[in-house]
Structure formats: structure tokens, C-alpha cells
């Protein structure tokens, strides 16, 4: 038979919203590149964590809670419903939009670079450098191969490569 | 990219990040939604005096109209619409409460109400979601049954509609109990002992499965709200299992036991008190279950969904009929995969967030590979659905298909002669004998590319360069770079085995078919073979998929065409191309 399912016990949702949500909102914001979608996304986040941590079973908070920032991050509706309306109006297009400064910080341009990757290959970079995750972990979230890792990676790079070139200094 | 460079990137997204704090009320908002998903189950509770009416076939067609059923999944609230509570962050969620799930008196587990579809339109289907309940409605909305703290999900729905049945583990409770529930109607219970994996059977019978207390497992029967036939109920020889059902004749049980690992897949016929194992783990597959239409089908943890012939249910050769589609991802070993008939529907991703149902003429199959639930059609076609579903039960009391057509098809108040109906009636036989040949080649034609582009993506994945050679056509064209000939093209991969990452992916797409004047040729992606006018939400999810932006599906779209990468084989499974750009 299964195994039985039990209430959680431990720290209390509280908590861990508290210790989670900084870094949750960052991830947020370097998939979506947004303040205000950030926020609203996280807080989904949570809602979908705290329904499964009632229910007990989640052995490691953090990482759900990452998976489920990107998962909300990445779902087709959200991105197709709302990113039609976002990303002109955040980021433009290709076409005729102003791109950055020339004195632009390294920060913006790598911002502007990222905005203008495919939604799997800034997952990917965004798990990779900024949260230093190591490829198998990235591939667990992202739910593909190591070597599908390996490739989007690689991919986003060559495509961020010349746009990183022209923001740096 | 140097390290050099990858270390500045690294430092640039961590200079970005700290840039921004979230927002102060982001705790607020967890529990705002949270709150409002409590008041929204104790509304539903107030009009539980809204009846849903379970329709007669022939009343179906009038309410389904043209036949376009919507599957709309449930949205997450926007900023701005939280409540006024300002209250200081006091660290603490408010405990939605035991609401509808508290225990009445006599020790009874009370039935949350359900929600129910709106007034006079059925439910289509009952859907398991993230330990909730949803009832699709036949007019396109999704709605939730019950939410709360106990775990609801393996739903069934019995032959005529009027009950569900369903498993309920109640927090700290220890096994499952399985509910009844009206559909029409207010009647409820639970029954005794607990269970779990109900099964109708066409006459009504329900069978379930209930732990023995020795750790072994029984099959239980019995009617909707009466006592099991027997206390005892019949012992399995099997434990560990993870779906039951009937088949179309309700003389055998079909059941599976093991998980993503490989199932064990056992038969059971009550008359007879015969048990046997028809399928082994060895087999490599994850689930299985009976079609409306007799047919048996099982899904491979490749993600492949076979038909298989029905004599390995006597005890015969394990046997493919044809594979219905490759387009499942392959399954996790540690997921929960499983297989539903989903009846005569098929899915058009309509718009941006919409699915919708419309009729087929063929049956479908809902396909959950423990992350995403698909619907795979006849046609081989496959669309993603929505995630975290881990159970789907059609309601067998609509007929979608059948009472859209009858709904549709005869003549009207100039009906003409009975003659001339004849003969109409005669051309549309002998048309869907015609349509059912033709898709008897196709699918045969199909399951043999089919083959052919898995042995090409295994080939792929463990870089297995001699067999990507050998299925090489003579006249193999590539285009990364300055390849002469096959050899040069290998030498290709192997500096960049990136490349063959994305034909891995590229394969693992549903097909398209490019027919001209010579021979047929199959493509990947299914977007390739269409005009871009044709595309619709299936290939677009496909491209973005694949890492297309909305810049380059824009351009392809407004008649540059499709440039993406795209590979081709021929219709006797030879590699034709891998190509990109013009």
C-alpha cells in the first residue's frame, strides 16, 4: 500500500515565506524582467507552494519553491497572455525600438540581452549564473535533458555574446 | 563565450538582481488569494441548491450547438483586486478552516458540494489536479468541484452520468476513503472501509480496491450507495496497484500494478474468478487501460502510445498494432503516468489561452506522463493540455461525437424522399469505409517514420555517428557549415554536438507531411509542412518550444515561411536534411 499522508510539521508557512522570498522575487524578476509581474508571480508562487506544503511532502522547500517561481515564470498561458502586452511596452522589439545607451551600465545590457532570449534558454541562464546552479539541477527544474541544458546554454550565449560586447564599456 | 565573459555575466545578474527589493504587500497577496479561494468554496456551499441536470443524449446537441467545447484552465488573480486589509504582516496565514469538511454528527466524513456546471449543461468530464477536483462543463468551463485540505482525485464517473465516485485522504488520515456523490442531487456517501481506484463497470457495477489490513490488496464490487457484495472481496495476487477498469463488455477487470518503473499488467474476470498477468514490467510499459472501442492501449515510458493486438489479453504474443503517437515525453521513473479514454473529442488551441474540444471521428486518449496531461488523437495529432493533472474521467453519458453528428447530418423540414436518404445514407457508408482504409494505410505508413525518427533520436542523443550515417539518404543535405558530403556533416556533430541536442528535441515534435509531386516527405517541425496561415496554437507552442521568439514566428508568419531548423526523412525512413535558414 502507500505510503500515508501526514500533516507538515516544522517551521510554519511563515517562516518559510520569510526565508524564501527574497531570493524568489529576484529569480522572478530575471525570468520576467519586471517589478510589478515579479511580484504578482511570486505570489502565486507561494500560494501554490503553501497548498502543497500543507499537504505535506515537500522535503526541500527551496528548491520547490524555485522550480514553481520558474514553472509560473515559463507557463504558456501567462507568458502568451501577458507578454504580448509587456514586452513591446518593457523592452520593445527588434524592430525600431530604441536599444541602450552607450554609457548603459553592464547590468542593463545583460537585462536587455536577456529579455531578447527564448524563454528556455533565459531559464537556463538564469539558473546557471545567477543562481550557480550546476546542469543536472538546472535540468530537474526545467524538466529536459542535461544535454538539452547544455545546448540552450549555449545557445543563449552565442546569441547574448555580441549584444554584451556592444553594452560593456 | 570566454570564462572570463561568463564570469561578468554572473556578476551582472546578481548586480541586476539586487537592484530590486519585492514589494512589502507581496505577503498579503499570498494570503488575499488564499483567503479568496476559501470564500469562493463557501459560495459554492450557499448555492448548492443549483441543481446540475444530467442530460439525455438527444437533449445534448441542442446545448453543445456547432460542437466546440472550450477548456478554459483556471487563470491566477491580478494585483489590484486584493482586499482592503491593511493589517500588519502578523507572519501567520489564516487557516482557511474546516469549512464544508467538517465532520457532522454520527462520524460520517461529510461530502464537500459540488460546483456545479451551470444550470441545465452537463459535465463533460471530472478532472484531478494538484489533490482538487475540476468539472469540465460541457460549455467550455472548468470549474473547481471542492476544494479544501483532504486529497481528492482518481475520479469515475458512473455509465449514466448521475454518480461520481472518487478517493479522499483526509489530512493525518492514514489510507483513502472513497465518496460518493451525486451528480444531480444532493445523495452522498462513503463507503465503509475505505478504497481507492473506483471503476464502473457499463451495468453500473463499481469496483474498487481496498487494503486488507495484511498489507495485501482486494478487489471490492458493489452497487452506487449499497453495501460491498462481500466483506471479504477477492484477494489479488498482485499488490501495488495503480489503476483499474473494466472493459467495454464489463466481463473483465484490467488492472496495473507498478509504477513508472514498468507496470505489470493483470486481467481479472469475476465470472470465472481468474486472475492473469498479460503483460510484464520487462515490457517497458507505464500504463495502460481499455479504449471505448475495445482496443487496448498502453503508454511507453519512450512516450510512445501503442494500440496493442488484443490476443496478448488471451495470453499471446506481445504485439504493436501501430503506435497512435512518439509524441508524449519520454516518462520519468519517478513520476505517476496515466492513460484515460477521453471519447470522441480532439483539441484546436483556439487563441492564447484557450483549448477547445471539438468532435472527432475517432476516439482520443488523455495521456499524463506525470507533469503534463495531453490529449493524443487518433490522427497521431498530441497537444499539451495543461500540467499537474494526474487523473481525467470522462463522463460517459455525453456522447459528443455521436450527438453532434445526429445533430447535424439529416435533413430538416424539406427532408426529401426516403429513397434519396437511402442513397444518401449509403455514400456516407461507403465514405467512412473509404476514410477508414485510407487511415488504415496512413497509420501504417506513419508508425513506420515513426520508427524510423526514434531510432534516429536515440541514434542522436548517445552520438551514435555510424547509425546516423547509415540512415543518411544519398543525397543528405545539410546546412552548418561547409559539408561536402556525410562524413563532413558527421565531423560537424562532433565539434558541435550541440546540434544534435536540438534534433533530439526537433524529434521529439509531432510530424508534418509534405506532399507534391514526388514522393512524400515527413518534416520536424510539424510547422514546416503547413503554411504559416495554417499554423495554429499546437505548431506555435511546438516552435517556441523548439526556442523560436515571437520576432521570428512574427517574420515566418508574415510570409518569410518557416526557416527555423527542420529535418526531413523520406517515406521509407531515410534522413533527408537537417537544415536552417533560407
Same mark, same amino acid.
Given at each position: 500500500m502507500r505510503q500515508p499522508t501526514s500533516s507538515p510539521s516544522g517551521p510554519d508557512f511563515a517562516d518559510l515565506f520569510a526565508a524564501h522570498r527574497v531570493e524568489a522575487f529576484r529569480l522572478a524578476y530575471l525570468l520576467c524582467g519586471d517589478r510589478d509581474r515579479a511580484d504578482d508571480l511570486v505570489a502565486d508562487a507561494f500560494v501554490k507552494v503553501y497548498r502543497r506544503w500543507r499537504k505535506g511532502g515537500i522535503d526541500n522547500p527551496r528548491a520547490y519553491l524555485r522550480r514553481t517561481v520558474v514553472n509560473e515564470a515559463n507557463s504558456r498561458f501567462r507568458r502568451v497572455a501577458l507578454e504580448r502586452r509587456e514586452a513591446a511596452r518593457q523592452w520593445g522589439d527588434d524592430r525600431g525600438v530604441k536599444g541602450p545607451d552607450d554609457q548603459v551600465a553592464e547590468s542593463e545590457a545583460v537585462a536587455a540581452a536577456l529579455a531578447k532570449l527564448p524563454v528556455r534558454q533565459r531559464s537556463a541562464v538564469v539558473l546557471r549564473y545567477?543562481?550557480?546552479?550546476p546542469e543536472r539541477e538546472v535540468a530537474e527544474i526545467l524538466g529536459v535533458s542535461i544535454g538539452t541544458v547544455k545546448s540552450s546554454v549555449s545557445r543563449a550565449l552565442e546569441r547574448m555574446r555580441p549584444l554584451l560586447a556592444e553594452g560593456v564599456s | 563565450m570566454t570564462v572570463d565573459m561568463e564570469s561578468r555575466l554572473a556578476q551582472a545578474l546578481r548586480a541586476r538582481a539586487v537592484e530590486v527589493e519585492p514589494d512589502a504587500r507581496t505577503w498579503e497577496l499570498v494570503q488575499s488569494r488564499l483567503r479568496r479561494s476559501r470564500q469562493r468554496r463557501m459560495v459554492l456551499a450557499g448555492a448548492a441548491a443549483v441543481a446540475v441536470v444530467a442530460l439525455a443524449a438527444v437533449a445534448v446537441p441542442a446545448l453543445l450547438g456547432p460542437g466546440v467545447i472550450q477548456f478554459e484552465p483556471p487563470v491566477a488573480d491580478q494585483p489590484g483586486? +486584493? &482586499?482592503?486589509?491593511?493589517? +500588519? &504582516?502578523?507572519?501567520?496565514?489564516?487557516?482557511?478552516?474546516?469549512? +464544508?469538511?467538517a465532520q457532522p454528527e454520527g462520524g460520517a466524513v461529510a461530502v464537500p458540494d459540488l460546483e456545479p456546471c451551470q444550470e441545465s449543461v452537463t459535465t463533460a468530464a471530472v478532472i484531478s489536479r494538484d489533490g482538487n477536483l475540476w468539472t469540465a462543463c460541457a460549455n467550455g468551463l472548468v470549474v473547481p468541484l471542492a476544494e479544501g485540505e483532504a486529497t481528492d482525485r482518481r475520479p469515475a464517473v458512473s455509465p449514466d452520468g448521475a454518480a461520481l465516485v472518487f478517493e479522499r485522504t483526509e489530512p493525518g488520515g492514514e489510507f483513502p476513503l472513497l465518496v460518493h456523490r451525486a451528480l444531480a442531487g444532493d445523495a452522498s456517501d462513503t463507503i465503509r472501509g475505505g478504497g481507492m481506484l473506483p471503476a464502473f463497470a457499463p451495468d453500473g457495477r463499481l469496483a474498487w480496491v481496498q487494503d486488507a489490513g495484511d498489507g495485501t490488496s482486494v478487489i471490492q464490487f458493489g452497487e452506487v450507495f449499497a453495501e460491498p457484495e462481500g466483506e471479504a472481496g477477492v484477494p489479488s495476487p498482485a499488490e501495488d496497484i495503480r489503476s483499474l477498469q473494466w472493459d467495454a463488455g464489463g466481463e473483465r477487470l484490467l488492472y496495473t500494478v507498478g509504477g513508472a518503473g514498468g507496470i505489470a499488467v493483470w486481467t481479472y474476470e469475476p465470472a470465472a474468478g481468474h486472475f492473469q498477468v498479460v503483460l510484464s514490467p520487462e515490457a517497458g510499459y507505464v500504463a495502460a487501460a481499455f479504449g471505448p472501442d475495445g482496443t487496448l492501449a498502453a503508454l511507453h515510458a519512450s512516450g510512445d502510445l501503442d494500440v496493442l493486438d488484443p490476443q496478448v489479453l488471451s495470453g499471446g504474443e506481445l504485439l504493436v498494432e501501430r503506435t497512435i503517437t512518439s509524441g508524449i515525453a519520454p516518462v520519468d521513473a519517478e513520476s505517476q503516468p496515466f492513460l484515460a479514454p477521453a471519447g470522441l473529442v480532439r483539441v484546436d488551441v483556439a487563441s492564447s489561452s484557450l483549448l477547445a474540444w471539438s468532435h472527432a471521428e475517432e476516439p482520443s486518449w488523455f495521456v499524463g506522463d506525470g507533469a503534463w496531461l495531453y490529449l493524443a488523437e487518433a490522427?497521431?495529432?498530441?497537444?499539451?493540455?495543461?500540467?499537474?493533472?494526474d487523473g481525467v474521467a470522462v463522463?460517459?453519458?455525453?456522447e459528443l461525437g455521436t450527438a453532434a453528428h445526429a445533430g447535424t447530418e439529416t435533413g430538416g423540414p424539406e427532408a426529401s424522399g426516403e429513397a434519396r436518404s437511402e442513397v444518401e445514407a449509403r455514400q456516407r457508408e461507403l465514405e467512412a469505409v473509404e476514410r477508414a482504409r485510407a487511415a488504415a494505410e496512413e497509420a501504417a505508413q506513419t508508425a513506420l517514420v515513426r520508427g524510423r525518427a526514434r531510432t534516429l533520436q536515440e541514434a542522436a542523443a548517445r552520438r551514435d555517428t555510424a547509425t546516423l550515417r547509415a540512415m543518411m539518404a544519398p543525397d543528405f543535405t545539410y546546412s552548418f557549415g561547409a559539408a561536402a558530403d556525410r562524413d563532413d556533416a558527421l565531423a560537424h556533430f562532433e565539434a558541435d554536438p550541440g546540434l544534435l541536442d536540438q534534433l533530439v528535441d526537433l524529434l521529439g515534435t509531432p510530424h508534418g507531411v509534405i506532399e507534391g509531386a514526388g514522393p512524400a516527405l515527413y518534416v520536424w517541425p510539424r510547422a514546416h509542412g503547413l503554411d504559416p496561415t495554417e499554423w495554429t496554437g499546437s505548431e506555435l507552442a511546438t516552435l517556441r518550444s523548439l526556442g523560436a521568439t515571437e520576432a521570428e514566428i512574427e517574420a515566418w508568419q508574415a510570409g518569410e515561411g518557416y526557416t527555423g531548423l527542420r529535418a526531413g526523412m523520406t517515406a521509407d525512413g531515410r534522413w533527408r536534411f537537417l537544415v536552417a535558414g533560407d
Open positions: 545567477y543562481a550557480d546552479l | 483586486e +486584493e &482586499d482592503a486589509s491593511t493589517g +500588519e &504582516d502578523t507572519g501567520v496565514v489564516e487557516d482557511p478552516g474546516p469549512g +464544508e469538511d490522427s497521431g495529432a498530441t497537444t499539451a493540455v495543461t500540467e499537474g493533472v463522463n460517459p453519458a455525453v
